[in-house]
């Protein structure tokens, strides 16, 4: 888990990893995972807590990256759209 320019809290941190360790119940081949966070200043509204996910699975690389007031909600958003792309990547892998 990387925080650019900042230190991220213990709290802050707890709730990603916990988001992240839930992602292997979705799908299997999970090898690792590497979590961005920043803080986008050129923001006009305060939607400037940016988290990207990347995470390394069997085979390829799948990215997400989300934009939102807290960095909670943008895991959020980033878990959720990893978890869409890991789905579809099991039914694709499930049709071989």
Do not use: W
């Amino acid at each position: 888990m990387h925080s650019i320019k900042f230190d991220a809290d213990k709290k802050l941190k707890d709730f990603i990893d916990t988001k992240i360790k839930k992602l292997p119940t979705v799908y299997d081949d999970i090898l690792g995972a590497e979590v961005f966070l920043r803080l986008d200043k050129d923001s006009a509204d305060r939607e400037n807590k940016l988290v990207e996910i990347k995470l390394d699975v069997k085979g390829q690389t799948v990215f997400a990256k989300k934009q939102c007031k807290t960095f909670e909600e943008a895991t959020d958003l980033s878990v959720d759209a990893l978890k869409k792309q890991l789905v579809k990547r099991k039914g694709k892998i499930r049709k071989k």
